[in-house]
């Protein structure tokens, strides 16, 4: 089938290389406008924008898919089918008509769970033990259409949303193939959604990762694995002498379960440097000091002179 790809984010980076490994003939791709990143606010083109020029494809940024000239330069490929995977805007029925099979999209969980912008990090924050890559028809209502395939996985213990949304985005490349090729000979099967059953990711904000040490340790643990690398999961670093306070980003943690707080407020250092929570205490093993590279709580401490009392604190929004 002639396919017209839109996508922005390095999710679907794996999905584009196995259409264009396969029989299906990837004719045309539309991904979001090149923007300002970095300290040096330099634009950065998309991800996809840079494989689709790297691997030859016809592309356009576009920070309208539904306006006319655009539907008009994707008309003019053909297209059979169109795919959609982590693109950043919502498709028109102006442009699903373009297509004879209109279009599907790739998602990351098991639908109707998690419908929304951020289902990897929602996912590890809620303590789920299960999720997976569910294939949909593109639907007016967000994540809502016909389920074509799922496959699912489980989330292992200590895994960030990073490293889970690696894997999730190699294990979508060969079923979304597979579902293709079904569309293409008529084999394919499409499942109403039950939305009785459905649950929301929304898209995060920074202040979604303050941490607030009252939480159990194991709330926090999870927001530290789901918040990484973004927005991250943040808070402010006090010695107990003196007023200066730094930002830092909490990238790793274990749970210490058996510990007694003997009184010291949450957020505080303990005997052992482990921080006290709302229910037993965390152990960190990574930190990213604002402005600063990943190091280990070790080194952090060291540089610092890190010592009993000292405490995390909660940025407030």
């Known amino acids: 089938m002639r396919i017209v790809y839109l996508g922005s984010g390095r999710f679907g980076i794996p999905c584009l290389d196995a259409i264009a490994a396969s029989s299906h003939r990837l004719e045309f791709v539309v991904t979001q406008p090149a923007k300002a990143a970095g300290r040096g606010r330099k634009r950065r083109p998309t991800p996809v924008a840079l494989w689709a020029n790297d691997h030859s494809i ?14 008009e330069k994707i008309a003019a490929y053909k297209p059979e089918l169109i795919v959609v995977i982590a693109f950043g805007q919502k498709i028109g029925k102006k442009l699903l008509e373009v297509a004879p099979n209109a279009a ?9 769970k998690y419908r929304g912008a951020a289902p990897i990090n929602w996912a ?50 060969p079923l979304l193939v597979e579902t293709i090729n ?13 939305d009785s059953k459905a649950t929301q990711a929304p898209k995060l904000k920074k202040s979604d990762g303050f941490l607030d040490f009252a939480e159990p340790a194991e709330v926090l ?54 921080v006290v929570c709302g229910k037993a205490a965390l152990r960190i093993t990574q930190i990213k000091p604002e402005g600063s590279r990943l190091m280990t709580f070790a080194a952090f401490v060291n540089g610092r002179a890190t010592r009993p009392g000292d405490a995390f604190k909660k940025i407030e929004p």
């Open 182 to 194: 079904k569309i293409a000979d008529g084999t394919a099967a499409y499942e109403k959604q039950d």
């Open 58 to 71: 016809p592309h356009i940024e576009a920070d309208d898919i539904n306006a006319p000239q655009v539907i």
């Open 221 to 274: 643990r999870r927001k530290i694995m789901g918040f990484w690398p973004w927005p991250g999961a943040a808070a402010l670093y006090q010695p107990k002498k003196g007023s200066k306070h730094e930002r830092v980003t909490i990238a790793g943690a274990d749970i210490v379960w058996t510990k007694d707080s003997q009184g010291r407020p949450p957020g505080t250092l303990d005997e052992n440097l482990d």
């Open 104 to 112: 599907v999209n790739v998602h990351a969980s098991l639908l109707p």
């Open 124 to 173: 590890i924050v809620n303590g789920e033990t299960e999720t997976g890559i569910s294939i949909i028809t593109v639907a007016e209502k967000m994540d809502a259409g016909d389920i074509l395939a799922q496959l699912s996985t489980p989330i292992e213990p200590g895994q960030t949303a990073g490293h889970l949304h690696d894997r999730l985005a190699e294990m979508a490349a």
